[in-house]
């Protein structure tokens, strides 16, 4: 084929990269952010049940009313907001909810504003929307952006800015501070937020997430991710939702009905009823994560690896400068073949990675028999 790509920059994912490098070498996996246990068993009952009950065909475009109508009540609760049913659409995993709304709300020669490092599938929407990517570069060790860095990017040719917390790689969680500055830094502008809080359930150390669905300055312009496969350990599944004002949610339903038009039904009934028999199930979550955290952070306290701050997601960011003053790229590259533990190198989310910075990903969403055997080679 001879047409020009429309992402010619474009390869393999350094996900598929580093769990094949991990295969062949048979390294421990820490690379790539999915669990390596299973889910609750009375989830999987109820979804069972459902197939044999019959719920094998189309669900409405925006999902099951059943399902939606629980997650309006939860999201209404916890944020003190209000919300409609009608602003709710089940979608196939968080980043199909991402690519539809960037697809839907983003024109040719837009301007989207993206916080480095990111999450891998946020640029190729962008561009493939035709829109320009402005990066505002977080620096380390607490990765917030600034007012200066917000009032610079964003401008009257901003139609979108892209959050997300708590933050996958760094772990870091915008606080009421972050917030504001961007209320007002898009106070008078006319662009979409969109939040990305896959991981709205793991916060650590008695922090509470802070949802843009409870900012009643972004009623009329947010739209908001959530993903069941993080919260329920079955990130093969993809399914979550969006939830949005008004417009942008119409916009968005305008695409996703000829994107994925409705979702797996049997998975939509039984979480339905899974929540409905167990609503406390999302309480212990951030303990639970919490736990691996520490066992992973204490293991690392015996090396001389530096550990940042983690404050949500189950990915632990560490420096190894007193071990290499190589990129990070090569670094986990050999951390892979010679101690057998597969990292993710954090420049591949940036436009442009800092120059100093030597810094890896871990995955800690890992059993404990994992998580230890993983620092043995460490160590």
Same mark, same amino acid.
């Given at each position: 084929?001879?047409?020009?790509?429309?992402?010619?920059?474009?390869?393999?994912?350094?996900?598929?990269?580093?769990?094949?490098?991990?295969?062949?070498?048979?390294?421990?996996?820490?690379?790539?952010?999915?669990?390596?246990?299973?889910?609750?068993?009375?989830?999987?009952?109820?979804?069972?049940?459902?197939?044999?009950?019959?719920?094998?065909?189309?669900?409405?475009?925006? *999902?099951?009313?059943?399902?939606?109508?629980?997650?309006?009540?939860?999201?209404?609760?916890?944020?003190? @907001?209000?919300?409609?049913?009608?602003?709710?659409?089940?979608?196939?995993?968080?980043?199909?909810?991402?690519?539809?709304?960037?697809?839907?709300?983003?024109?040719?020669?837009?301007?989207?504003?993206?916080?480095?490092?990111?999450?891998?599938?946020?640029?190729?929407?962008?561009?493939?929307?035709?829109?320009?990517?402005?990066?505002?570069?977080?620096?380390?060790?607490?990765?917030?952006?600034?007012?200066?860095?917000?009032?610079?990017?964003?401008?009257?040719?901003?139609?979108?800015?892209?959050?997300?917390?708590?933050?996958?790689?760094?772990?870091?969680?915008?606080?009421?501070?972050?917030?504001?500055?961007?209320?007002?830094?898009?106070?008078?502008?006319?662009?979409?937020?969109?939040?990305?809080?896959?991981?709205?359930?793991?916060?650590?150390?008695?922090?509470?997430?802070?949802? @843009? /669905?409870?900012?009643?300055?972004?009623?009329?312009?947010?739209?908001?991710?959530?993903?069941?496969?993080?919260?329920?350990?079955?990130?093969?599944?993809?399914?979550?939702?969006?939830?949005?004002?008004?417009?942008?949610?119409?916009?968005?339903?305008?695409?996703?009905?000829?994107?994925?038009?409705?979702?797996?039904?049997?998975?939509?009934?039984?979480?339905?009823?899974?929540?409905?028999?167990?609503?406390?199930?999302?309480?212990?979550?951030? *303990?639970?994560?919490?736990?691996?955290?520490?066992?992973?952070?204490?293991?690392?306290?015996?090396?001389?690896?530096?550990?940042?701050?983690?404050? *949500?997601?189950? #990915?632990?960011?560490?420096?190894?400068?007193?071990?290499?003053?190589?990129?990070?790229? /090569? #670094?986990?590259?050999?951390?892979?073949?010679?101690?057998?533990?597969?990292?993710?190198?954090?420049?591949?989310?940036?436009?442009?990675?800092?120059?100093?910075?030597?810094?890896?990903?871990?995955?800690?969403?890992?059993?404990?028999? /994992?998580?230890?055997?993983?620092?043995?080679?460490?160590?």
């Amino acid at each position: 084929m001879s047409r020009p790509s429309k992402l010619p920059d474009t390869g393999t994912t350094i996900f598929t990269v580093m769990s094949a490098l991990a295969q062949e070498y048979d390294a421990i996996n820490l690379s790539q952010g999915f669990p390596n246990f299973e889910g609750d068993p009375r989830l999987y009952q109820a979804v069972i049940q459902a197939i044999q009950n019959g719920q094998n065909q189309y669900a409405p475009m925006q *999902g099951l009313p059943r399902l939606r109508e629980l997650i309006l009540s939860s999201v209404n609760e916890r944020y003190t @907001a209000q919300w409609q049913m009608e602003d709710i659409t089940i979608t196939s995993g968080a980043s199909q909810a991402i690519f539809t709304a960037i697809q839907a709300l983003v024109h040719p020669g837009d301007e989207v504003v993206v916080f480095d490092p990111s999450y891998d599938c946020y640029k190729p929407a962008i561009y493939l929307a035709g829109g320009k990517v402005i990066s505002i570069p977080l620096q380390a060790p607490d990765f917030l952006p600034t007012a200066a860095q917000l009032e610079n990017a964003i401008s009257d040719r901003t139609s979108m800015v892209l959050v997300n917390s708590p933050h996958n790689p760094t772990g870091q969680c915008w606080t009421e501070r972050e917030w504001t500055l961007l209320e007002e830094a898009i106070e008078g502008k006319d662009c979409v937020v969109l939040s990305d809080e896959v991981y709205e359930h793991l916060v650590f150390d008695e922090m509470q997430h802070i949802s @843009a /669905l409870g900012r009643p300055r972004l009623k009329d312009r947010v739209l908001a991710c959530f993903s069941f496969g993080k919260s329920f350990h079955v990130t093969g599944w993809k399914i979550g939702y969006m939830i949005g004002s008004t417009e942008p949610m119409k916009e968005f339903n305008k695409v996703h009905q000829y994107n994925v038009f409705c979702v797996h039904r049997p998975s939509q009934a039984g979480i339905a009823q899974f929540l409905e028999e167990h609503p406390d199930y999302f309480s212990s979550l951030s *303990g639970f994560y919490q736990r691996k955290r520490e066992l992973l952070q204490q293991g690392l306290a015996e090396t001389d690896f530096k550990v940042y701050p983690c404050q *949500g997601t189950y #990915f632990q960011l560490v420096d190894y400068s007193a071990y290499s003053d190589e990129p990070d790229t /090569l #670094f986990a590259e050999r951390l892979t073949k010679e101690k057998g533990v597969a990292t993710i190198p954090i420049s591949v989310f940036y436009d442009e990675p800092p120059r100093d910075q030597k810094c890896v990903r871990i995955c800690f969403a890992k059993t404990e028999g /994992l998580l230890q055997e993983a620092l043995a080679r460490l160590k």
